[in-house]
């Protein structure tokens, strides 16, 4: 149900700051209608929206490493289809990326946790902190929220695979892509 509202809300904040723009969904194994929506999207879209199907539940890096590798832009934004990453977003992300030269920019939904019970809360924050300290990108609070910006470049260099989506930061980091930001965003 999420998949239309969350295009024409890519669309309409795209076309209002005059963005070129292409959507890729990846569809991963879900047994709800989604990929029945995304070809309907498609055809009505084709020159915007691509689909990317799989046959089962892969996981978030491998749905990430197929959309970066069939990513054409020179800004990918990422994000979760469920909109609660909001596309109003994606002009100061894709600024940040292109005026202020991040390599990455990060989402940091400050405030979450206001409702978050303390059994998520504690461990998400001590998973942070030790991601911090041994990665030693002291200035993101937020190294797992799914809304980031990239340069085209990075994900053209990184490998995401397992559970490394959690670690993009620091892969980024790794390939030589040092200009790593934060943007605080709206959940």
Not at 45 to 55: E, L, M, S
Not at 133 to 140: A, E, F, K, P, T
Request: net charge neutral; aromatic share 10%; proline share 4%.
């Amino acid at each position: 149900e999420s998949l239309p509202e969350l295009f024409k809300w890519i669309k309409r904040v795209a076309t209002s700051h005059n963005l070129s723009y292409e959507v890729i969904f990846v569809n991963d194994g879900s047994t709800d209608r989604s990929w029945e929506v995304i070809e309907e999207l498609q055809k009505e879209n084709p020159d915007t929206v691509h689909g990317i199907k799989f046959r089962r539940n892969y996981g978030k890096s491998p749905a990430l490493y197929c959309g970066f590798k069939a990513a054409q832009g020179n800004v990918v934004i990422t994000m979760d289809a469920d909109l609660q990453d909001s596309p109003d977003e994606i002009p100061e992300l894709y600024r940040m990326i292109t005026e202020d030269g991040y390599d990455l920019v990060s989402g940091y939904k400050m405030n979450r946790s206001k409702g978050d019970p303390l059994s998520k809360t504690i461990p998400t924050k001590l998973f942070n902190a030790t991601a911090r300290q041994v990665s030693g990108i002291h200035n993101l609070h937020d190294f797992n929220c799914g809304l980031k910006a990239y340069r085209r470049e990075v994900v053209k260099n990184i490998e995401v695979f397992g559970e490394m989506h959690r670690f993009i930061p620091y892969l980024a980091k790794n390939a030589g892509f040092d200009k790593i930001g934060e943007k605080v965003v709206h959940h």
